[in-house]
């Protein structure tokens, strides 16, 4: 598991301010983890931006990497200045992390269901860049499937397992009942739709902005949640001060707005609440006389943890078996070149045993054009099949011995050396 390495800034240890200097789109996610790949920076790596976190995940082999330095450098910070916000893990306690990560046991609003897609989401583009080596598919796939077991097998007593739902949950608090209460939500993503979904089943009455072309085609009403109004991003300040609620939570690298936006409008009580990473509202904003701004770190709540000991102990004994089972798979990879060598001598010797026949059927020169390759193929993956069932099927400590055996008896007496009998 030594290969294994992840640096990054949380909730934790960092404002929102902090995190937002670390944060990345997804376009500048791709951006770099593909330019990471084309200049050979990296072997493996998955990029996890999210509201609450920015980390880098590598699979560093025998390379010396310090992925903190790399998020600086493609940030263009000083990584000495920002030293101490580093999260820094490795082997076990980097794959312990992301296990507990997967199920929302280290997110700020403890046990939220978001973080899951949100690491699905992260691994689908590290494929798209052609950055998920072996090693990053394994660990991510492994994490995905323990996050599903978890929130399947195990109850986290919340009520509110989303932001969106603390949102809801804050604006009760500041203003009492939401029926009929006049909410804008800036923006229509998967964080948007959830706030507006969420205040529409309180019974507040919801307006989305919308933009009228995405990627050059005209936005589907369907994008617009069942009892929400819409109109244009454009129009979204015409009556702002109509609205007791606004809510943003776009991906826009720009204020969706600032304090000049609200300059000589009147507010009475309004709570904004800012619900993006980077943030949409220029914190400027709240000191808008009548408005009161809140920002991510407003919506978490720390006594969650305490209330959930019976479904954390749960949740950490189905952990330890998938912890486990990459425990035994990364035990494996020592024996790789083992595998490889029993897989390709064993090859090679079936081809062989079968040229006579094969050439007598087809004629020698269609049998290696067509025939060889598929047979080479078959075989490897059958040998290969075999050889990786030991990892399930024998103690660990008589991997080597039994791999060690089958490589002699590989060698030995082969057509391919001319001594088969």
Same mark, same amino acid.
């Given at each position: 598991?030594? #290969? ?8 934790? !240890? ?27 920076k990296? #072997?493996?790596?998955?990029l ?24 600086? #450098? ?8 920002f ?7 490795q ?13 929302? /046991?280290?997110s700020r609003?403890y ?14 583009l ?5 950055c ?5 598919e ?8 323990a ?9 986290i ?5 989303s ?7 804050l604006?009760?608090?500041? /203003?009492?009942?939401? *029926? ?16 507006a979904?969420?205040?529409? #089943? ?13 990627h ?5 009403d ?13 129009d979204?300040?015409?009556?702002l001060? $109509? ?6 939570a776009?991906?826009?690298p ?6 000049? !936006?609200?300059a ?9 609440i ?11 904003a ?16 720390? $006594?969650?943890?305490a ?23 990364f ?9 490889? !060598?029993?897989?390709?001598?064993t ?7 079968m040229?006579?026949?094969v ?19 078959a075989?490897?993956?059958a040998?290969?099949? /075999? ?5 399930d099927?024998l ?12 490589e *002699? ?11 088969a009998k």
């Open positions: 598991m030594m #290969e294994i390495r992840m640096a990054g800034i949380d909730h934790q !240890n960092a404002s929102i301010q902090q995190r937002e200097a670390f944060a990345f789109t997804k376009a500048q996610a791709r951006r770099a983890m593909e330019r990471w790949k084309q200049i050979g990296l #072997e493996g790596c998955l996890l931006s999210t509201c609450n976190r920015t980390e880098l995940w590598i699979s560093a082999g025998g390379q010396d990497i310090d992925p903190f330095s790399v998020l600086c #450098e493609e940030k263009g910070m000083d990584p000495e200045r030293r101490s916000l580093a999260v820094n893990r082997g076990r306690e980097a794959v312990t992390h992301l296990l507990q990560l997967s199920c929302g /046991l280290k609003i046990g939220e269901n978001q973080i899951l897609s949100q690491i699905r989401e992260a691994l689908e590290s494929r798209e860049c052609g998920d080596d072996m090693v990053i394994k660990l991510f796939q492994t994490a995905i499937s996050g599903k077991r978890v929130k399947t097998q195990v109850k007593e919340t009520a509110d397992p932001a969106a739902r603390n949102a809801k949950v604006l009760k608090e500041k /203003l009492g009942s939401l *029926e009929n209460l006049p909410c804008l939500i800036i923006g229509n993503g998967q964080m948007g739709r959830l706030v979904n969420t205040l529409t #089943e309180a019974g507040a009455q919801v307006t989305m902005t919308l933009r009228k072309r995405i050059g085609t005209q936005i589907q369907s994008i617009v949640p069942d009892g929400c109004c819409m109109i244009d991003y454009e979204r300040l015409e009556h001060e $109509s609205y007791k609620v606004v809510i943003s776009t991906l826009s720009h204020f969706t707005i600032t304090a000049e !936006n609200a000589g409008k009147h507010f009475d009580s309004a709570v904004w800012d619900m993006a990473v980077p943030r949409d509202i220029d914190e400027q709240g000191e808008i006389p009548g408005v009161s701004l809140y920002n991510m770190d407003d919506l978490g709540s720390a $006594s969650l943890e209330r959930n000991e019976k479904s954390l102990r749960e949740s950490m004994e189905i952990l330890e078996d998938y912890r486990e089972e990459l425990e035994r798979w035990a494996f990879r020592e024996h790789i070149d083992l595998v490889k !060598n029993i897989s390709q001598v090859t090679e010797d079936a081809c062989k045993r040229e006579k026949s050439s007598q059927v087809l004629g020698e020169e269609l049998q290696r054009a067509e025939i060889y390759p598929a047979i080479e193929t075989v490897d993956k040998v290969e099949k /075999l050889l990786f069932g030991l990892r099927t103690p660990q400590q008589e991997w080597k011995a039994c791999l060690c055996a089958l *002699e008896s590989a060698k030995r007496d082969t057509l391919k050396t001319g001594k």
